[in-house]
């Protein structure tokens, strides 16, 4: 008898114990399995553990991370604002992905093409494109162990030639944007000269005529305006202007105007401008769905920037005023007649807002 008082007290010890600090009263409390099932004494599992474990991990990374951030914000300021541009471009990037992502599978499971998507996802894929073909030497680069410190060396020394817009500052963007429109700025007067000189090969007296003084009008420091680049349009549907009548010497001057390398041979060039001519029609047609004035300042001053126009040095109504201009042109011509299109980024620019480029 002594022995079960016993064994029951300690029974009971036990489960105030593991019940230490509740209130309520649990029928069945003799039972000697009763322990196992209160909430204080349940099982974990294993991936519940792990889940801990990692959050735990996590919140000490995270932790070690921002003592590290501010320790370089104080002795190393230069530094650390290569590190945080890093660190928030990369942030940017898979971003970005992510909206591609989501982009990409509204094309696959619609059956939407690229020429019906809304313009912001327009422009969002067609940028990606160009900045993961520059990126990904740099994210390779990065990937083993400590490497991030030879991409920080590449950032300081090298960060327009290897480093895509994600991960410039906001004083490299101006100032890279200004180094690639001057040098795009340094083909517009060949193209002119090129004008002129193919011109004289067309048999039509009275476009031949139009032509050379639309280049005469550019050279002299005026604008013209768009019905009269409209009015030489079949000229550059076919030879010798045509997207793919062009001589090779021609396309070489209009291949940066698009950021393009010239240091390929003809037919390659030719096929690029000719993809990257429709892309940027298809472009503008969206753009004229969506409406000019429901651009933000930024997607305003992009949207010109890519059509030749340095709009760092414009005003917001500038830069609209131009690019409606520029889509009187655009939304008026055809797939044939896209090499127009290329050579309106020297006709509309090339004097926008002062002076003509001579480079």
Same mark, same amino acid.
């Given at each position: ?70 320790? +370089?914000?104080?002795? #190393? *300021? &230069?530094?650390? %604002?290569?590190? @945080? ?6 942030? !940017?990037? $898979? /971003? ?57 060396? +590449?950032?300081?020394? #090298? *960060? &327009?030639?290897? %480093?895509?817009? @994600? ?6 963007? !101006?100032? $890279? /944007? ?182």
């Amino acid at each position: 008898m002594a022995l079960s008082c016993s064994s029951l007290c300690s029974q009971l010890s036990l489960i105030r114990h593991c019940r230490l600090g509740k209130n309520r009263i649990t029928h069945g409390l003799y039972s000697p399995f009763v322990v196992c099932q209160l909430p204080l004494c349940r099982h974990y599992s294993s991936s519940e553990v792990r889940r801990g474990f990692a959050r735990y991990v996590a919140s000490k990374l995270q932790w070690a991370n921002t003592k590290y951030e501010d320790f +370089l914000k104080k002795r #190393f *300021p &230069r530094f650390f %604002l290569l590190y @945080h541009t890093f660190v928030e471009g990369f942030k !940017l990037l $898979f /971003r970005d992905a992510k909206d591609i992502r989501r982009i990409k599978g509204k094309m696959w499971s619609d059956g939407v093409k690229f020429q019906d998507l809304p313009y912001r996802d327009m422009e969002k894929l067609r940028q990606f494109r160009r900045d993961l073909i520059k990126a990904i030497p740099l994210v390779i680069i990065s990937i083993p162990p400590f490497a991030n410190y030879l991409v920080f060396v +590449l950032m300081y020394f #090298f *960060p &327009r030639q290897l %480093l895509i817009p @994600h991960f410039w500052t906001p004083s490299q963007q !101006l100032e $890279f /944007r200004r180094v690639y429109h001057s040098l795009r700025a340094r083909h517009h007067w060949p193209v002119l000269k090129g004008l002129e000189y193919t011109s004289q090969q067309d048999k039509n007296g009275h476009l031949q005529t139009q032509l050379k003084d639309l280049c005469a009008k550019v050279q002299s420091g005026a604008n013209p305006k768009a019905s009269e680049i409209l009015a030489i349009r079949s000229l550059f549907s076919g030879p010798p202007l045509g997207i793919r009548r062009m001589s090779v010497d021609h396309m070489r001057h209009i291949s940066p105007l698009l950021f393009l390398t010239p240091r390929l041979p003809g037919f390659l060039i030719g096929q690029r401008l000719s993809s990257h001519g429709l892309e940027l029609l298809q472009l503008d047609r969206g753009l004229s769905r969506l409406g000019v004035h429901q651009l933000n300042d930024s997607e305003l001053r992009q949207a010109c920037y890519l059509r030749g126009l340095n709009a760092d040095v414009l005003g917001v109504n500038q830069c609209r005023e131009w690019l409606s201009q520029w889509l009187q042109v655009s939304s008026s011509l055809k797939d044939s007649e896209v090499s127009l299109l290329l050579h309106s980024i020297v006709f509309l620019s090339a004097n926008y807002p002062s002076g003509p480029s001579r480079h």
